[in-house]
T-cell receptor, first 114, second 111 residues
Framework: NAGVTQTPKFQVLKTGQSMTLQCAQD?????MSWYRQDPGMGLRLIHY???????DQGEVPNGYNVSRSTTEDFPLRLLSAAPSQTSVYFC?????????????FGPGTRLTVT | SQQGEEDPQALSIQEGENATMNCSYK?????LQWYRQNSGRGLVHLIL?????REKHSGRLRVTLDTSKKSSSLLITASRAADTASYFC???????????FGAGTTVTVRA
């Protein structure tokens, strides 16, 4: 199993550009989520999904959109990039509710917005 | 979901020594999870301890949980250079489907 994969690994955007960060998992996990991590800080939840067709907002959803059309894929869209969105983005998945199951994380996408 | 608070913020030890870090949380939990993050990498799950467990071991890792004090500790024994990383705790309550992470404890193991 590849686990959780993310592409691209690195990306530089200009302010106002849009892009999609890709996330895929091959473990048939129902739960998927997107976090961002800024220097010296923990991870903050952006959006999450409890199954195909179901998404919801996390702590810092503004400026981001998600969709979940399949169990495997959970892309994160930046609508109009801003320098404040410079961060490292992690996708994670789990078999079920975190009250019972651990999360598996991807390797991250390092995004710089100039 | 609730965020755990790790203490200390940073820890520097000699190779071969033990490292202990603590986690406190605020409300009742179903389980508490510990994760490791090596520099520039994704988080890796280490241990999940359930609320009815007091201690759990995995290799050189020992986790304790005291639900009366709402705290947990992670002990790494006989540390190695590869243990240099940030460590995060994540308390999970009933019905949670997402985790919240604090700033973590940064451990540096000196050769």
């Amino acid at each position: 199993n590849a686990g959780v994969t993310q592409t691209p690994k690195f990306q530089v955007l200009k302010t106002g550009q849009s892009m999609t960060l890709q996330c895929a998992q091959d473990m048939n996990h129902e739960y998927m989520s997107w976090y961002r991590q800024d220097p010296g800080m923990g991870l903050r939840l952006i959006h999450y999904s409890v199954g195909a067709g179901i998404t919801d907002q996390g702590e810092v959803p503004n400026g981001y959109n998600v969709s979940r059309s399949t169990t495997e894929d959970f892309p994160l869209r930046l609508l109009s990039a801003a320098p404040s969105q410079t961060s490292v983005y992690f996708c994670a998945s789990s078999y079920g509710s975190t009250s019972s199951y651990e999360q598996y994380f991807g390797p991250g996408t390092r995004l710089t917005v100039t | 979901s609730q965020q755990g608070e790790e203490d200390p913020q940073a820890l520097s030890i000699q190779e071969g020594e033990n490292a202990t870090m603590n986690c406190s949380y605020k409300t009742s939990i179903n389980n508490l999870q510990w994760y490791r993050q090596n520099s520039g990498r994704g988080l890796v799950h280490l241990i999940l301890i359930r609320s009815n467990e007091r201690e759990k071991h995995s290799g050189r890792l020992r986790v304790t949980l005291d639900t009366s004090k709402k705290s947990s500790s992670l002990l790494i024994t006989a540390s190695r250079a590869a243990d240099t990383a940030s460590y995060f705790c994540a308390p999970a309550s009933s019905g949670d489907y997402k985790l919240s992470f604090g700033a973590g404890t940064t451990v540096t193991v000196r050769a």
